[in-house]
């Protein structure tokens, strides 16, 4: 079992910026950030292997948030800029100890190990 709790939401403007924080307790090979805006689908936005070697970002976010780790820290973090009003979400640390990536790594089901969340809000 791994906690997982996430810090740095809050609220911005268009073309902001944001550093959330996902501090975790126990071993995880994969980590992620998933995002869940009201009345939508909880979605993947960036996801991380325990090296750090491997990144993988939806579409939507590529070139705009960047994901990173601390090792000696255990925390991910999800920095986000160029931030935009459909970014406005709910987003949640996730881990997962499987082992090799594929098509399931954007698969919030395939995660057994989630945060609280911390909330975002891009004003217009």
């Known amino acids: 079992q791994v906690q997982l709790v996430e810090s740095g939401g809050g609220s911005v403007q268009t073309g902001g910026s944001l550093r959330l924080s996902c501090a975790a307790s126990?071993?995880?090979?994969?980590m992620a950030w998933f995002r869940q805006a009201p009345g939508k689908e909880r979605e993947g936005v960036a996801v991380i292997w325990i090296t750090g070697d491997r990144k993988y970002y939806d579409p939507s976010v590529k070139g705009r948030f960047t994901i990173s780790q601390d090792i000696a820290e255990n925390t991910v973090y999800l920095q986000m800029n160029s931030l935009k009003p459909e970014d406005t979400a709910m987003y949640y640390c996730?881990?997962?100890?499987?082992?090799?990536?594929?098509?399931?790594?954007?698969?919030?089901?395939?995660?057994?190990?989630w945060g609280q969340g911390t909330q975002v809000t891009v004003s217009s």
């Open positions: 126990g071993y995880a090979n994969y």
């Open positions: 996730a881990a997962t100890r499987k082992e090799s990536g594929g098509s399931w790594i954007f698969d919030r089901r395939q995660y057994a190990n």
